[in-house]
């Protein structure tokens, strides 16, 4: 059973100790999985904490103010939500 309180704090320490993975997604899940799932082999994947629980404890962590998205970020997020409303307004 996956434990989010362990998670998120795994992912609150791993930020602080490497600020630049609040930039990119990849890089927090894989420094995440080396870090704390031990993964080291394409055989380890199997075992490692799902990317989605990773990032939603992210999300969680920046929306409580824990974490603090650089402007960079906060910039490419609100042009890829644009975007995205763009594509799917007709939809709905």
């Known amino acids: 059973m996956i434990n ?3 998670i998120k ?3 609150h320490e791993l930020v602080k100790m490497f600020p630049h993975l609040v930039d990119n997604y990849n890089s927090l899940v894989g420094y995440y999985w080396v870090m704390y799932d031990h993964v080291a082999t ?3 994947y199997g075992k490692a904490t799902p990317a989605e629980s990773i ?5 969680l962590l920046v929306s409580s103010g824990q974490i603090q998205l650089t402007t960079k970020s906060k910039n490419s997020r609100e042009e890829k939500q ?11």
């Open 82 to 92: 644009k975007d995205f409303k763009h594509e799917f307004a007709a939809i709905s």
């Open 42 to 44: 394409a055989e380890d």
């Open 55 to 59: 990032t939603r404890n992210f999300r």
């Open 9 to 11: 704090k795994n992912v």
């Open 4 to 6: 989010h309180n362990n």
